[in-house]
């Protein structure tokens, strides 16, 4: 039996999640992440980085200068005191230098690790909280392996921007402007003036070029969202693909959406090819016209063959990074593209939030009932130019048992859906001992409602964490109960790994009625005072339904119970039965006055004992 139908609704995004953000944006959304709020040890850890990166770049930047004074040292012409000391002196601070280069630079790294690290935890914690966080409607219109992928690429591009910002670009910028200075002050403006101008070229060639990058790294993404989407759609409907001899088909779908990929990451890897050839055309006559400059002033007697070399060795240490530096900010550059998805995410609104002031759902009244159920003339339609529910009232006294019947489509799974409030009413009010749903907390007035579903999904993992998941942190005799009571914990016991076995994923590797024994059992674990058995066996034969109904008549024993059924021989004990029909209600009662009024249930009644009766094997006649 097919569910009520649930009208697809416009999402809160595209399901693209195109993002329209600036690279700007995505920048100073990162900030707090890496300078944390309240975190004092954080920010420490930060501000030593940085000075271990400042001492680190000053020593790079001294080790040019002292190589020069060691080949001035070396040279014939230099007067012969201390013609062997100095020479030894110098080389020993040469290499004093570079391994304070080096260990101020692994220092930096090492104490910036933690809050690089703590940061990509912190804003993967935020992201996955807040798509549990948005609404139903919200994931109604996902695409479960197109959205994996946005978050794993953010938070892989977040650890690369914050790796390569932190430890490249800065301190690469910080080298160049002292780089600059000492140039000019060592020889003059000509020289600053060719490495200032060589830079620039390089800095604004790279960029224009990044932003055509950027274009084909986002439609790159967009491919891969798809191709992923198509594999995993696929595989997760492993059986209805072998039912309709569909692996073909299936294949040709996934080469297509691979191909447009082909494309656009041949076009990504074209593109970065051209900005290589650039970048290595710039440095080389940056390189040139300094060595020809700095040539001429060796020959004419202005400049040292030290100083020869300390200018050629600066710009060899400049320019080895800046050629790095064009990879690293493409790395960025696609870092950020990755991020700017995942940021809008996290930009989706909470359709259905606590408001403020919300307080909990109380426990129980003075006394000592709980769980009445009022729904009061409720309308609610998913789109606005279709209405659902029309106006729809009822009353479940504590510890009474209420079901709805009607047609597919008449609005019963909507009942339940409405009650967990996974959406908000568009018109009348629901109450649970007296009080508003939507003026108390979510998760208090969840905690107070159990449901068996008719499509039970488990997790991907033991049958003991499946039922413990009604109520984590259960304990084994807890938990057995529960199986127990569900009339599961024999069959978990002949399996050979009994609580230990694996379902597989979505379940799959148990039956339709094992699932719904676990679903139930988990149910019964949660203890909940509110309980909603939608089609709640609708997977079980005949005589398993029969054998387990005994078990969920024991679960609504003293709570309020909401059954939505189809099968109305589940409900014949029920103190009330609503008919709905077309979002109202159209019949209600009593079984046997429902029958006796000859109506939509009576029809409905005669119509599956007619069927029922065609499902019953035939006596073999006599020959």
């Keep these: 039996m097919r569910r009520s139908s649930v009208p697809p609704a416009p999402a809160v995004l595209p399901p693209s999640l195109r993002a329209d953000r600036s690279t700007w944006q995505t920048i100073v959304s990162l900030l707090p992440y890496l300078w944390p709020a309240g975190n004092t040890g954080a920010r420490i850890r930060v501000g030593v980085s940085l000075a271990f990166m400042i001492l680190a770049k000053v020593a790079t930047v001294y080790v040019p200068v002292i190589y020069g004074r060691i080949v001035d040292a070396l040279a014939p012409h230099e007067p012969a005191r201390f013609a062997y000391a100095l020479p030894i002196l110098l080389i020993l601070a040469y290499g004093g230098v570079r391994v304070a280069s080096a260990a101020f630079g692994e220092l930096r790294d090492a104490l910036f690790s933690s809050v690089q690290q703590r940061a990509v935890r912190l804003l993967a914690l935020r992201t996955f909280r807040h798509l549990h966080a948005v609404s139903l409607r919200f994931h109604l219109d996902r695409q479960t392996g197109g959205l994996s992928r946005v978050i794993d690429r953010g938070v892989l591009g977040m650890q690369s921007v914050l790796r390569l910002a932190v430890f490249n670009v800065v301190p690469t910028a910080?080298?160049?402007?002292?780089?600059?200075?000492?140039?000019?002050?060592?020889?003059?403006?000509?020289?600053?003036?060719?490495?200032?101008?060589?830079?620039?070229?390089?800095?604004?060639?790279?960029?224009?070029?990044?932003?055509?990058?950027?274009?084909?790294?986002?439609?790159?993404?967009?491919?891969?969202?798809?191709?992923?989407?198509?594999?995993?759609?696929?595989?997760?409907?492993?059986?209805?693909?072998?039912?309709?001899?569909?692996?073909?088909?299936?294949?040709?779908?996934?080469?297509?959406?691979?191909?447009?990929?082909?494309?656009?990451?041949?076009?990504?890897?074209?593109?970065?090819?051209?900005?290589?050839?650039?970048?290595?055309?710039?440095?080389?006559?940056?390189?040139?016209?300094?060595?020809?400059?700095?040539?001429?002033?060796?020959?004419?007697?202005?400049?040292?063959?030290?100083?020869?070399?300390?200018?050629?060795?600066?710009?060899?240490?400049?320019?080895?990074?800046?050629?790095?530096?064009?990879?690293?900010?493409?790395?960025?550059?696609?870092?950020?593209?990755?991020?700017?998805?995942?940021?809008?995410?996290?930009?989706?609104?909470?359709?259905?939030?606590?408001?403020?002031?919300?307080?909990?759902l109380a426990a129980h009244l003075s006394d000592g009932a709980a769980g009445e159920v009022v729904f009061d003339d409720v309308r609610f339609g998913y789109q606005s130019n279709r209405a659902i529910l029309k106006g729809v009232s009822f009353t479940v006294p504590a510890g009474g048992k209420l079901a709805i019947v009607g047609p597919t489509g008449a609005g019963k799974s909507t009942i339940s859906r409405l009650l967990f409030r996974f959406y908000d009413v568009t018109a009348g009010r629901i109450l649970i001992d007296g009080q508003d749903i939507r003026d108390v907390t979510q998760d208090s007035l969840r905690a107070a409602i159990g449901v068996v579903p008719q499509d039970t999904v488990l997790f991907n993992d033991t049958i003991r964490y499946n039922i413990g998941y009604g109520r984590p942190g259960a304990t084994e005799a807890e938990i057995q109960q529960a199986a127990r009571q569900a009339q599961v914990h024999d069959f978990v016991m002949r399996l050979p790994e009994g609580y230990d076995t694996r379902v597989g994923e979505r379940g799959l590797k148990l039956s339709g009625g094992e699932k719904q024994r676990v679903a139930i059992a988990r149910t019964i674990l949660k203890d909940p005072r509110i309980l909603i058995l939608d089609e709640a066996t609708s997977a079980l034969d005949t005589r398993t339904e029969q054998e387990i109904q005994s078990a969920l008549r024991a679960v609504a024993n003293r709570r309020t119970t909401l059954v939505i059924a189809h099968r109305l021989s589940t409900v014949v004990d029920a103190d009330e039965i609503i008919v709905l029909q077309d979002g109202q209600i159209a019949e209600r009662g009593r079984h046997a006055d429902l029958l006796a009024e000859g109506g939509l249930y009576a029809r409905m009644w005669a119509l599956q004992a007619a069927e029922q009766d065609q499902r019953e094997p035939q006596p073999i006649p006599a020959e």
């Excluded at 620039?200 to 967009?222: E, P, Q």
């Design 174 to 360: 910080l080298e160049l402007a002292m780089v600059t200075a000492i140039i000019w002050r060592m020889f003059d403006w000509r020289y600053a003036a060719v490495t200032l101008v060589a830079v620039l070229l390089y800095i604004g060639f790279t960029m224009a070029l990044a932003s055509r990058r950027s274009r084909y790294r986002r439609t790159m993404n967009d491919t891969d969202n798809d191709a992923s989407t198509k594999a995993l759609d696929s595989l997760l409907n492993y059986e209805t693909v072998k039912y309709f001899n569909n692996e073909v088909h299936e294949a040709q779908r996934y080469d297509h959406a691979l191909a447009h990929y082909e494309r656009a990451a041949v076009r990504v890897q074209v593109s970065l090819n051209m900005l290589n050839l650039g970048q290595a055309a710039i440095i080389a006559l940056g390189l040139t016209l300094i060595m020809l400059l700095a040539a001429s002033g060796v020959r004419d007697g202005s400049m040292t063959v030290g100083k020869f070399v300390v200018v050629n060795t600066y710009l060899m240490q400049l320019y080895q990074p800046l050629n790095f530096l064009g990879i690293v900010y493409m790395s960025i550059k696609q870092g950020l593209v990755d991020m700017e998805q995942m940021f809008t995410l996290l930009r989706v609104e909470q359709e259905i939030a606590d408001k403020a002031g919300a307080i909990a």
